[in-house]
Structures are given as C-alpha cells and as structure tokens.
C-alpha cells in the first residue's frame, strides 16, 4: 500500500487564487519531505526541501514567497502555490524517505494543478 | 556538474526482448543510483538502486549495471512485458542530502 499520501490527486482553479496540496507520511516519521514539479514529458524538478521545525530549504530559481511550504508535523508537508497562474499548471510531487535519509524514498501519487 | 543524462528519449522492444536504458553523471559525489517507473498521471515508484561500491545489481527481471570508471549506469528489463510500458527515470544523490537529481526519462513501449 502507498507510504507515502498526497491530496488533492487533481485540483482546477482560477487565476489569482491559492492552492495547498498536502503530503502525509503514512506510518513513518519523516523529518524531510520534498518536494517537486513535472512538466508534460518532462522529468522531475526538485523544487524544494521541506524541514520539519524549520524553514524549507528551495533549490535556485524556485519562488520562496510563490511556493509556500509548511512542514507543520513529522507526518505532514504542506505546498501552498500562493496567486497561482496558467504557467503554474503542472504535476506536483512529494516524496518522504522512510528509513535513512534518501534510502526507500517514497513518493506520493502527484497533484495535478491546473490554472485556468 | 549536478545533471544526470539518460538516453535513449525512447524505445520499443518486442514483448519477450530486452530494454535497455543508460545514464551518466558528472558528479563523483554521488553514492546513490535509483531508478524508478512512472505511469501516467502517477508519481514514480521506485524499481531498483544501487550504490557504487558494487557492479551490478539484480532483483526479479531488473537488473542496474554500474560503472564508477566511466560514471555510467544501465537498467536492464529482461523479459520485457507490455505491462512495463512505462516512463523510466533514472537518478543519482549523495545519500546524506536526499535530493534526487533526475534524468530526462525514457519512455519505454513493449509491444505484444
């Protein structure tokens, strides 16, 4: 079964508006998470580190203010896209390693974000 | 320095034949190969890894061969299946960051 459990699965939303998509380490404690974009045929982004207790830590030419990320527990992670817009849109992933860090890391099932 | 380059962008194989897909990196720092299988609309699930202390790696019908001299790595499918018809990434990390730096995915079409 998944380890690793990401919400919502798809979301549409207008210009303008914010979006959270949350990331929950099902059975495990994960003081990491990350997180990370996916363009149509493209490969994965890391798009930012995310520290429980801390503040996240986002890989160059990500917007910190833009991509909000909360890591509010050491079952959850969340991504807020904060005044989202059409280039936005894309595939957003998380992913939390389950043992030593970076060994058995998990993904989650994706967010589909799309701005109209 | 931090990029990880695979090839081929895509490929089809026979069902029964073998897919191969290789990757090459730039960083010695390095000391963590995974792959990892993605359908669409999913998020990736990892198939295999390897770290460079050892050549080659097999578990069921995958098997990764590593060549630290040459910083290259392969995934070989034995036996490929229509069912393994998928998008293959792979990717490399230093184990004490966690950060994944992934290849540019190939996608693979087994035909019956």
């Known amino acids: 079964g998944a380890v690793v459990s990401q919400h919502p699965s798809r979301v549409i939303c207008k210009s303008g508006t914010s979006v959270k998509i949350e990331c929950r380490s099902l059975?495990?404690?994960?003081?990491?998470m990350f997180w990370y974009r996916q363009f149509p045929k493209q490969s994965l982004m890391l798009m930012a580190t995310s520290n429980e207790g801390s503040k996240a830590t986002y890989e160059q030419g990500v917007e910190k203010d833009k991509f909000l990320i909360n890591h509010a527990s050491l079952t959850l992670s969340t991504l807020t896209v904060t005044s989202a817009h059409p280039e936005d849109s894309s595939f957003y992933i998380c992913s939390a390693p389950r043992q030593q860090i970076n060994e058995k890391l998990f993904f989650g099932s994706g967010t589909q974000l799309s701005v109209l | 320095q931090q990029q990880v380059k695979q090839s081929p962008q895509s490929l089809i194989v026979q069902k029964g034949g073998i897919s191969i897909i290789n990757c090459a990196y730039e960083n010695t720092a390095f000391d963590y190969f995974p792959w990892y299988q993605q359908f669409p609309g999913k998020g990736p699930a990892l198939l295999i890894a390897?770290?460079?202390?050892?050549s080659e790696k097999k578990e069921g019908r995958f098997t990764i061969s590593f060549n630290k001299s040459a910083k290259q790595f392969s995934l070989h499918i034995m036996d490929s299946q229509p069912g393994d018809s998928a998008t293959y990434f792979c990717a490399a990390s230093t184990v004490n960051t966690g950060k994944l730096i992934f290849g540019q995915g190939t996608t693979l079409q087994v035909k019956p």
């Open positions: 390897i770290r460079p202390d050892v």
């Open positions: 059975d495990f404690q994960a003081t990491t």
